[in-house]
């Protein structure tokens, strides 16, 4: 950053080997975020404009445990889905675009090459950085609106929406055709791929079949819910959110979990904790993140909790950044923000009710929403948060983002940062699970 009339201190190391993907985080105690950063918005026609986003922290109502009733429904392991068929289009590389081809984004999503995925009504984008390529329908793509885009571990993406399912491997698209009214997409640990399908469905694919899951293998079987959203967690569980019509006749389940074995469905509504399913995440701590009508509900190994703080309630994107915090956006009070703890950072735009977000393996936030031509890119996310010191008590930090050169490096990097004010700093790389690779720099720094 080195802004003038600051002292800037250097870091140099030499990278452990070649190709290393890592993310650098600055942790500066006792900082404080000011909120001047700008936000970058990207339209069909290139950069558009800049804003300014409100910054800031509250503490919210630590978590409180909730009794989430579950039955065990089913043990069916899935009809072979022979009616799907994949077609594979050969030498679709793209087309460079100014910015995403479509000023409405459904979905948005990090790959691990630090690329950023963005589904529209009219094709797929990708941003890496520095330009944007776009897939159109006639290369490849599903027919009919993409909703959902989710990179796998290799490097490809996988897009559904209207009309089926679409993978990208770098190279070549193949599209699988008989699949219908897909709504999200989910990758598991061992490389299976999951895929929602309206009412009472659910598909798998096993790398080399499709299998369809219904009713008769365990899922809900009430004609009023929709299968929506799905999260595959470290274990491999899968999770299934459904959304039921408010004029529903009769009881029902609204969330499963199959562990490859057996199909657990839980909470009815009568119940009050998970009614409708909104948004879903699975982190790398094993936790499920189920944004409900009631808040943020969380499952572990101890059970359920749930945060009932306005900004949770109806959320509808969750997901988390390579320092592990949990970002919420979408609820009924329009804000975004990272929660570490019962701290919650909050970012606000004007006129802007937030949709899909991404946070890539950068760290930067990528978002969108209501009012916003396009997408939006905060290339600074310096959220105040907390963590906890040697002396176990909990201190206000920033959390930034830094500049490496050069980029991307091979055997060496120089990192450098800028303080205000004296104050402790640790330096660490991050691989792009959110893991410590190394430790640059600890200790106490002048301004």
Not at 358 to 380: E, Q
Request: glycine share 14%.
């Amino acid at each position: 950053m080195g802004a003038r009339g600051r002292c800037a201190d250097r870091v140099c190391r030499r990278a452990a080997s070649a190709g290393l993907l890592a993310c650098i985080w600055l942790v500066i105690g006792a900082a404080n975020a000011s909120g001047s950063t700008l936000w970058e918005v990207f339209s069909p026609e290139g950069p558009s404009w800049q804003g300014r986003p409100e910054v800031a922290t509250r503490e919210v109502s630590p978590p409180v445990a909730v009794d989430v009733p579950s039955i065990v429904s089913g043990t069916g392991r899935g009809t072979l889905a022979s009616e799907i068929v994949g077609e594979v289009v050969e030498g679709v590389t793209g087309q460079p675009t100014p910015g995403p081809v479509d000023e409405l984004a459904l979905s948005i999503a990090a790959d691990v090459g630090g690329g950023v995925w963005v589904a529209t009504p009219s094709g797929l984008s990708r941003c890496d950085g520095h330009g944007w390529v776009s897939f159109a329908r006639s290369e490849g793509l599903t027919r009919g609106i993409l909703r959902n885009v989710t990179p796998d571990s290799r490097g490809g993406v996988w897009a559904v929406g209207d009309s089926g399912a679409a993978h990208f491997d770098g190279e070549r698209w193949t599209q699988y055709t008989g699949l219908r009214n897909c709504h999200f997409v989910a990758t598991a640990p061992n490389g299976d791929v999951w895929v929602t399908a309206g009412h009472m469905t659910a598909y798998r694919f096993d790398g080399a079949s499709w299998w369809r899951y219904g009713p008769e293998d365990g899922l809900t079987g009430n004609t009023d819910v929709i299968i929506r959203r799905v999260a595959v967690d470290r274990s491999g569980v899968v999770w299934m959110g459904c959304m039921y019509n408010e004029f529903h006749g009769g009881p029902t389940y609204n969330l499963a979990s199959f562990d490859g074995n057996r199909w657990v469905l839980y909470d009815l509504p009568e119940s009050g904790v998970i009614e409708r399913t909104w948004g879903m995440y699975a982190d790398s701590g094993n936790r499920i993140w189920v944004g409900t009508d009631r808040g943020l509900a969380v499952h572990d190994s101890r059970g359920w909790a749930l945060y009932g703080d306005v900004p949770f309630e109806g959320a509808q994107t969750i997901t988390g950044d390579p320092a592990g915090r949990v970002w919420v956006c979408g609820g009924v009070s329009c804000e975004v923000g990272a929660l570490q703890g019962n701290r919650w950072a909050s970012v606000t735009l004007d006129e802007i009710a937030p949709g899909p977000l991404a946070i890539d393996a950068h760290g930067d936030v990528w978002l969108s929403g209501d009012n916003m031509r396009g997408v939006a890119r905060w290339a600074s996310a310096a959220l105040p948060t907390a963590v906890r010191t040697d002396f176990g008590s909990l201190e206000p930090v920033a959390v930034q983002r830094l500049g490496a050169a050069p980029n991307p490096f091979n055997q060496q990097v120089e990192v450098r940062f800028a303080l205000a004010r004296p104050g402790s700093v640790v330096l660490e790389v991050l691989n792009a699970s959110g893991q410590i690779v190394t430790t640059l720099a600890r200790g106490d720094y002048a301004a």
